[in-house]
């Protein structure tokens, strides 16, 4: 059936409603598709997106269960292909494209873009984006905190043709998956994500045949009409001003100890949400720096986290405008920065940023800090067959949310970088690499003390097995700009992996390394952080902090030192716990009143005595403010000082 010429005005409501969540069946059809045939272990574990745009490039929707970093980044590369072949794009091409310079991710992350015809007409396109477990570079799984340019990081796709009228350039393919350390396994990707394409394509063109070009294409217009009419809609509603924010990375390791800035100012008018990020801090000397298209996925991604109920695609990119600088700072790096790491780094500190500050605006669905997203990669050649195939033992873990205006912060959930992300099974990961995990538990007192708690981060540990010619690299970030609080709260616990903790070869080797050599017996463990706290914890109900106990959650030494909440044990193994109500309210008041001036204590002498095991890791974040290297105890002084700074503005002031 063939419909009459249309336009976003002339669609009846019933046919629009229709065509709008059909959209959203192809693009999850496509997501269905390429996790059911992918070759790759990271993939399968949803580290990817899709998307359907229009002839322009932009985003008419994307999956129900996309990951957060990819939003807002599929139209950049989209347009990429457009400004690169303009008219030169026919029936059947697929295009792949990874380059961070051209709004993309990093390199990892690969898109392959295919152009939906009617006729000799483009009225669409069709595209997803995974993340390849390698891309090349100087270190398996191609993240190399070293690197200061992206020449380390592993190969630069910029838009190029892979598919020519419904025939493969097997040479261009072979190309591209030659330059990874499983040419198998990539190719595996490329075709099915290729083809995923392929499916989205076939249903946008079943609806083409049921209601006419003219009528689907206008639902394309209009859909994004929709979407920005809602979100201004909401915005006049809600309060106008301008709100100011900072988050910091660790360090840039090319200057010494001292937190690097990433600052935030946000302004709602009647034109819409406006984000500024001048003053941001100047590139570090690693990865951890965002290109142009991954900054604004985060200001898309942290802001969409408050308008939950808001279809996803180009019409809310209309309402959230930003400034984000000149290129050469963290938040908009440019050719050549390293950006691998950016996910870790300035990508985290912006959502967190944007979180804090509408907070502010819509109280009623704050949030304080989330933990930071972490990989840790395992990459050699794997000895438990003859051939010794390179092997990438690839692993993110789940952490704690931060806690929220009216309930906790939720546990052990997957990084606000990726809400869709699976955690990997176990099973799967042991059976494809020689690495044997020992242990894998959510950690007790990592959660931010509040009158809201944080949600509760995780520990996993593992020992190698039949490997040969391995190293180890981690990219994270807040080992020392800790997971914070707002409101009043405390903050969760730092980043960083141990190898062979508990022996006499135990080192702490950071939050961010790569190329470190490991061995068969070798053993690592590391904690995800939890959320940070909402509201002051010498306020939280001593009933549910009993709770908190007998889940495990909170231990009886730090109810007492984090809530002033004196428990004692009858019976652990019936979950019995009393609480001394008359020491608790002394307690309480003995902390308040000595609270403040433990973040006047002598940094150096507060180092001293956690290098004696007097103070633990908890004491020296949430009591005294004190930065230190957690392997070697050496304070940071540069680092405390900043440190308290933010515990003053977003702890303190709240007491």
């Not at 912060?409 to 690495?435: D, K």
């Given at each position: 059936?063939?419909?009459?010429?249309?336009?976003?005005?002339?669609?009846?409501?019933?046919?629009?409603?229709?065509?709008?969540?059909?959209?959203?069946?192809?693009?999850?059809?496509?997501?269905?598709?390429?996790?059911?045939?992918?070759?790759?272990?990271?993939?399968?574990?949803?580290?990817?997106?899709?998307?359907?745009?229009?002839?322009?490039?932009?985003?008419?929707?994307?999956?129900?269960?996309?990951?957060?970093?990819?939003?807002?980044?599929?139209?950049?590369?989209?347009?990429?292909?457009?400004?690169?072949?303009?008219?030169?794009?026919?029936?059947?091409?697929?295009?792949?494209?990874?380059?961070?310079?051209?709004?993309?991710?990093?390199?990892?992350?690969?898109?392959?873009?295919?152009?939906?015809?009617?006729?000799?007409?483009?009225?669409?396109?069709?595209?997803?984006?995974?993340?390849?477990?390698?891309?090349?570079?100087?270190?398996?799984?191609?993240?190399?905190?070293?690197?200061?340019?992206?020449?380390?990081?592993?190969?630069?796709?910029?838009?190029?043709?892979?598919?020519?009228?419904?025939?493969?350039?097997?040479?261009?393919?072979?190309?591209?998956?030659?330059?990874?350390?499983?040419?198998?396994?990539?190719?595996?990707?490329?075709?099915?994500q290729a083809e995923a394409t392929a499916?989205?394509?076939?249903?946008?063109?079943?609806?083409?045949?049921?209601?006419?070009?003219?009528?689907?294409?206008?639902?394309?217009?209009?859909?994004?009409?929709?979407?920005?009419?809602?979100?201004?809609?909401?915005?006049?509603?809600?309060?106008?001003?301008?709100?100011?924010?900072?988050?910091?990375?660790?360090?840039?390791?090319?200057?010494?100890?001292?937190?690097i800035p990433v600052v935030l100012k946000?302004?709602?008018?009647?034109?819409?949400?406006?984000?500024?990020?001048?003053?941001?801090?100047?590139?570090?000397?690693?990865?951890?720096?965002?290109?142009?298209?991954?900054?604004?996925?985060?200001?898309?991604?942290?802001?969409?986290?408050?308008?939950?109920?808001?279809?996803?695609?180009?019409?809310?990119?209309?309402?959230?405008?930003?400034?984000?600088?000149?290129?050469?700072?963290?938040?908009?790096?440019?050719?050549?920065?390293?950006?691998?790491?950016?996910?870790?780094?300035?990508?985290?500190?912006?959502?967190?940023?944007?979180?804090?500050?509408?907070?502010?605006?819509?109280?009623?669905?704050?949030?304080?800090?989330?933990?930071?997203?972490?990989?840790?990669?395992?990459?050699?050649?794997?000895?438990?067959?003859?051939?010794?195939?390179?092997?990438?033992?690839?692993?993110?873990?789940?952490?704690?949310?931060?806690?929220?205006?009216?309930?906790?912060?939720?546990?052990?959930?997957?990084?606000?970088?990726?809400?869709?992300?699976?955690?990997q099974p176990v099973e799967g990961q042991?059976?494809?690499?020689?690495?044997?995990?020992?242990?894998?538990?959510?950690?007790?007192?990592?959660?931010?003390?509040?009158?809201?708690?944080?949600?509760?981060?995780?520990?996993?540990?593992?020992?190698?097995?039949?490997?040969?010619?391995?190293?180890?690299?981690?990219?994270?970030?807040?080992?020392?700009?800790?997971?914070?609080?707002?409101?009043?709260?405390?903050?969760?616990?730092?980043?960083?992996?141990?190898?062979?903790?508990?022996?006499?070869?135990?080192?702490?080797?950071?939050?961010?390394?790569?190329?470190?050599?490991?061995?068969?017996?070798?053993?690592?463990?590391?904690?995800?952080?939890?959320?940070?706290?909402?509201?002051?914890?010498?306020?939280?109900?001593?009933?549910?902090?009993?709770?908190?106990?007998?889940?495990?959650?909170?231990?009886?030494?730090?109810?007492?030192?984090?809530?002033?909440?004196?428990?004692?044990?009858?019976?652990?193994?019936?979950?019995?716990?009393?609480?001394?109500?008359?020491?608790?309210?002394?307690?309480?008041?003995?902390?308040?009143?000595?609270?403040?001036?433990?973040?006047?204590?002598?940094?150096?002498?507060?180092?001293?005595?956690?290098?004696?095991?007097?103070?633990?890791?908890?004491?020296?974040?949430?009591?005294?403010?004190?930065?230190?290297?957690?392997?070697?105890?050496?304070?940071?002084?540069?680092?405390?000082?900043?440190?308290?700074?933010?515990?003053?503005?977003?702890?303190?002031?709240?007491?």
């Amino acid at each position: 059936m063939t419909a009459a010429t249309t336009t976003p005005g002339d669609l009846d409501p019933v046919t629009f409603e229709v065509l709008k969540n059909a959209f959203v069946t192809a693009v999850d059809l496509m997501s269905e598709q390429i996790m059911r045939t992918c070759y790759s272990f990271v993939i399968y574990a949803r580290d990817f997106s899709s998307a359907l745009c229009d002839a322009g490039g932009n985003t008419v929707m994307q999956g129900s269960a996309d990951i957060a970093v990819h939003v807002g980044t599929l139209h950049f590369q989209c347009k990429a292909v457009l400004e690169e072949f303009g008219d030169d794009i026919h029936p059947g091409d697929v295009f792949a494209v990874n380059d961070p310079y051209r709004g993309g991710t990093h390199f990892n992350d690969v898109s392959f873009i295919r152009p939906i015809f009617v006729g000799s007409e483009i009225i669409g396109y069709a595209q997803n984006k995974g993340h390849w477990a390698d891309i090349g570079g100087t270190v398996p799984g191609s993240f190399d905190v070293n690197a200061s340019e992206h020449f380390g990081e592993g190969l630069r796709i910029t838009p190029i043709r892979v598919w020519r009228r419904g025939t493969m350039l097997h040479d261009v393919a072979q190309l591209l998956v030659s330059n990874t350390r499983s040419p198998y396994s990539s190719m595996g990707d490329l075709n099915a994500q290729a083809e995923a394409t392929a499916l989205c394509e076939r249903e946008i063109l079943r609806l083409v045949e049921r209601y006419g070009k003219d009528t689907v294409v206008a639902a394309m217009a209009g859909v994004q009409d929709y979407v920005e009419r809602i979100v201004r809609h909401r915005l006049t509603e809600l309060p106008k001003g301008v709100w100011e924010t900072v988050d910091y990375l660790d360090a840039d390791p090319g200057h010494g100890e001292g937190l690097i800035p990433v600052v935030l100012k946000m302004t709602i008018d009647e034109d819409g949400i406006h984000y500024d990020l001048n003053g941001s801090a100047p590139v570090v000397s690693t990865f951890l720096n965002s290109g142009y298209g991954a900054t604004f996925s985060a200001l898309y991604a942290g802001t969409k986290t408050f308008f939950p109920e808001v279809p996803l695609n180009s019409g809310f990119y209309r309402v959230v405008q930003a400034d984000i600088g000149p290129e050469g700072t963290v938040v908009n790096a440019g050719w050549p920065y390293a950006v691998t790491g950016f996910c870790s780094g300035s990508y985290e500190k912006l959502m967190n940023g944007i979180f804090e500050m509408w907070s502010s605006v819509m109280p009623e669905r704050a949030m304080a800090c989330a933990f930071n997203l972490e990989y840790l990669l395992v990459g050699g050649k794997d000895a438990r067959t003859p051939d010794r195939p390179y092997f990438m033992w690839y692993d993110w873990m789940a952490g704690g949310w931060g806690g929220r205006s009216t309930k906790d912060g939720s546990g052990a959930t997957a990084p606000v970088f990726g809400a869709g992300l699976a955690v990997q099974p176990v099973e799967g990961q042991e059976r494809l690499s020689p690495v044997l995990t020992t242990e894998h538990r959510i950690v007790t007192d990592s959660g931010g003390p509040g009158r809201h708690r944080g949600g509760c981060g995780l520990e996993k540990g593992g020992v190698l097995t039949d490997c040969v010619g391995t190293v180890m690299s981690y990219c994270c970030d807040r080992a020392r700009s800790i997971t914070w609080s707002i409101e009043g709260g405390l903050p969760s616990v730092p980043h960083g992996v141990w190898l062979n903790k508990g022996t006499e070869n135990e080192r702490f080797l950071g939050s961010t390394f790569s190329g470190v050599a490991v061995g068969p017996g070798d053993s690592f463990t590391r904690p995800s952080a939890g959320g940070g706290g909402m509201g002051d914890p010498l306020t939280r109900d001593p009933a549910a902090v009993v709770e908190d106990v007998i889940d495990g959650y909170v231990s009886i030494e730090r109810a007492a030192k984090d809530y002033g909440v004196v428990i004692t044990e009858i019976d652990a193994e019936l979950d019995r716990f009393e609480v001394d109500h008359p020491a608790t309210a002394q307690l309480r008041a003995q902390i308040a009143a000595e609270r403040t001036g433990w973040l006047d204590s002598d940094p150096h002498d507060i180092a001293r005595r956690y290098r004696d095991r007097e103070l633990d890791v908890l004491d020296l974040v949430r009591r005294y403010g004190v930065i230190v290297d957690w392997g070697t105890g050496e304070l940071h002084e540069n680092t405390t000082r900043q440190y308290r700074e933010l515990l003053q503005r977003r702890s303190a002031a709240g007491w």
